[in-house]
């Protein structure tokens, strides 16, 4: 039994923008989305839902944020990669999808099956979208300080919260982008 979101989700998007990349048949079919119409299966809400449904269901396969399957101890299978390894999902696999995904200068970019030896293929980003031009200068310069606090400081705790950090060029990339916001 395959279980997937009922819901929309970017989880939803990550995973069908992968199934597309690697699938003709997949991407004519269904495409990829926050909420596509899977073929097969049974719909679960969120993360909560889809774990559930596959505990519940002998021999079911779904699909869940890695930081909930490890702090679950939910199983989690090897996918293979497009220079044809086995890699396990983790911070480091994603970190180095990362570093040899193709990343334009306004990121905007997909890292799913991205190449690399260790480059686990199901993974992406979470953006942060900022107004480039500030209306108000006091509340401008306090994201500017935020934001470069998240892209130095905060980074460093990726990993203690279970997420993969960012490879040093594209932190520098970033620290970059922060630089052009205007008050």
Not at 39 to 45: L, Q, Y
């Amino acid at each position: 039994m395959v279980v997937h979101r009922s819901d929309g989700s970017g989880t939803t998007f990550i995973f069908t923008d992968y199934l597309s990349k690697v699938s003709g048949e997949w991407k004519q079919k269904a495409g990829n989305n926050t909420s596509v119409n899977w073929p097969a299966g049974i719909g679960g809400k969120g993360n909560e839902g889809v774990s559930g449904q596959v505990k519940q269901t002998p021999g079911a396969i779904g699909y869940v944020e890695l930081i909930y399957a490890t702090q679950n101890k939910m199983p989690y299978a090897e996918v293979k990669n497009t220079a044809g390894e086995f890699v396990k999902p983790s911070l480091e696999s994603i970190t180095a999808a990362l570093s040899t995904g193709d990343i334009p200068e306004d990121f905007r970019f997909s890292i799913t099956n991205a190449p690399g030896k260790d480059a686990y293929p199901i993974c992406g980003a979470t953006w942060l979208l900022v107004y480039e031009q500030q209306k108000d200068a006091a509340k401008g310069k306090k994201l500017v300080e935020f934001l470069k606090w998240a892209a130095k400081d905060g980074e460093k705790m990726a990993k203690d919260l279970q997420y993969a950090p960012l490879p040093d060029t594209l932190q520098q990339g970033v620290l970059k982008r922060i630089d052009e916001i205007k008050m």
